[in-house]
């Protein structure tokens, strides 16, 4: 199964998957960040109570909208920047840290890897007479770290929650496109003071990660049953 079916896959089986999996209870993202510059290396660090994760990944892998928008000519003055940021399953590969118990295939198919689904939402305006610089506005952030457990490797949902400000560096575009924007650099910095969000996409999120762990024991061989 190539990289975008098995997106497309995940994202069909988010919407009708169902498990009575036990969900630990969330947790708050007290520091880390997203940070994207114009080599197009995406990083993504995220620590909590007990808990850490680092990855990486290039926004077209799963969808970063200011990369999208623009870092071709189309953000002006005048406009707003979406800020959402989404990446699921192998998407985003990684190591997290648990209570001490490290997961260093985070992201991978196998039945011992861990999952995660990160998405960070917000909306930023450009000024009317902005020509170039940072500019700054508050994100949402949710997400889910997916865990396997017992001799099955059933996956034990960790949600996370946090919110902090996203900063966004323009230069202007150049002679041949007036007044455009493009995007050089962009940081999501966590702020522990911050008011998280309500996690009412949790089960959505929860769903999506039942549909890649669906998804790669599909992948595994079966085993033979026992004379």
Not at 113 to 135: D, H, N, R
Request: proline letters at 8%.
């Amino acid at each position: 199964m190539t990289r975008t079916l098995f997106r497309y896959a995940a994202a069909l089986v988010c919407f009708v998957a169902m498990t009575s999996t036990a969900r630990a209870a969330s947790i708050q993202i007290l520091d880390g960040r997203l940070t994207w510059t114009h080599d197009d290396a995406l990083r993504i660090s995220l620590q909590g109570d007990a808990f850490t994760f680092e990855g990486g990944s290039h926004p077209s892998a799963g969808i970063f909208e200011p990369w999208n928008l623009c870092t071709l000519p189309e953000c002006l003055p005048g406009t707003t920047v979406d800020l959402l940021a989404r990446f699921l399953g192998n998407d985003l590969p990684g190591t997290a840290t648990f209570h001490g118990t490290p997961y260093t295939s985070v992201g991978g198919l196998g039945m011992e890897a861990a999952q995660m689904f990160v998405e960070f939402t917000g909306s930023l305006a450009i000024p009317t007479l902005f020509a170039g610089g940072v500019l700054t506005a508050p994100f949402q952030f949710e997400g889910q770290f997916a865990y396997p457990e017992g001799p099955f490797f059933e996956l034990t949902w960790l949600g996370l929650l946090g919110s902090g400000t996203a900063s966004l560096t323009f230069r202007p575009w150049g002679p041949d496109f007036p007044g455009a924007l493009s995007l050089t650099a962009a940081v999501y910095d966590f702020d522990p003071a911050a008011p998280v969000p309500e996690p009412w996409s949790m089960l959505l999120i929860g769903t999506s990660l039942a549909g890649v762990a669906a998804l790669r024991r599909r992948r595994q061989p079966r085993q033979p049953a026992d004379a």
